[in-house]
Antibody, heavy 122, light 108 residues
Framework: QVQLVESGGGLVKPGGSLRLSCAAS????????MSWIRQAPGKGLQWVSY????????YYADSVKGRFTISRDNAQNSLYLQMNSLRAEDTAVYYC???????????????WGQGTLVTVSS | SYVLTQPPSMSVAPGQTARITCGGK??????VHWYQQKPGQAPVLVVY???DRPSGIPERFSGSNSGNTATLTISRVEAGDEADYYC???????????FGGGAKLTVL
């Protein structure tokens, strides 16, 4: 069965860095586009970043562009999010999600991990 | 940037029909997806491409999209449908994913 398991979250000071990982299993990872989506405590979902299956095309939300870097290692079935210059407003649960191949634009997310909490505070 | 607007909350009695709206400029020209999120859990895709259901999602969940409003319809509402529901599109003009603010469905 499809599994996505995030790790790497934790407490970090403003201006600090953190690297999130997402281990994928149960499907051919290299065939799928992937995304990071976050949810601040008590708030709604916010799309963060999106990467094509080859890694050749990447998109970022304006709020993280220039600070966050998405990447993937298809040989290791893993997705990453390098987060630099972290701010208090980046505090959230970060989910990795698989983009469905059934959706016309490959932009519906059919499987999500359980999320990893990132807290940015001094 | 593209904005999706959802009612913050709504309530419905068991057995009735819930219609959750998602407003956006010319949203009918976009493809809309819907997610259900229960407390402490990750979101679950319930409708994609305006009106398609992933396998395992009951037929009680359906979707439509036209003009400036997309709608998720839940027929014969059950207590287990109580959750937050989010609409989502891909804004091709900015190459950004966009979520609505979410609608909390309460089953009376």
């Amino acid at each position: 069965q499809v599994q996505l398991v995030e790790s790497g979250g934790g407490l970090v000071k403003p201006g600090g860095s953190l690297r999130l990982s997402c281990a994928a299993s149960g499907f051919t990872f290299s065939d799928y586009y992937m995304s990071w989506i976050r949810q601040a405590p008590g708030k709604g979902l916010q799309w963060v970043s999106y990467i094509y299956s080859s890694g050749g095309t990447i998109y970022y939300a304006d709020s993280v562009k220039g600070r966050f870097t998405i990447s993937r290692d298809n040989a290791q079935n893993s997705l990453y999010l390098q987060m630099n210059s972290l701010r208090a407003e980046d505090t959230a649960v970060y989910y990795c999600a698989r983009a469905s191949l059934d959706s016309r634009g490959y932009d519906a997310f059919d499987y999500w991990g359980q999320g990893t909490l990132v807290t940015v505070s001094s | 940037s593209y904005v999706l607007t959802q009612p913050p909350s709504m309530s419905v009695a068991p057995g009735q029909t819930a219609r959750i709206t998602c407003g956006g400029k010319n949203i009918g020209r976009k493809t809309v997806h819907w997610y259900q999120q229960k407390p402490g859990q990750a979101p679950v895709l319930v409708v994609y491409d305006d009106s398609d259901r992933p396998s395992g999602i009951p037929e009680r969940f359906s979707g439509s999209n036209s003009g400036n409003t997309a709608t998720l319809t839940i027929s014969r509402v059950e207590a287990g449908d109580e959750a937050d529901y989010y609409c989502q599109v891909w804004d091709s003009s900015s190459d950004h994913g966009v979520f609505g603010g979410g609608a909390k469905l309460t089953v009376l």
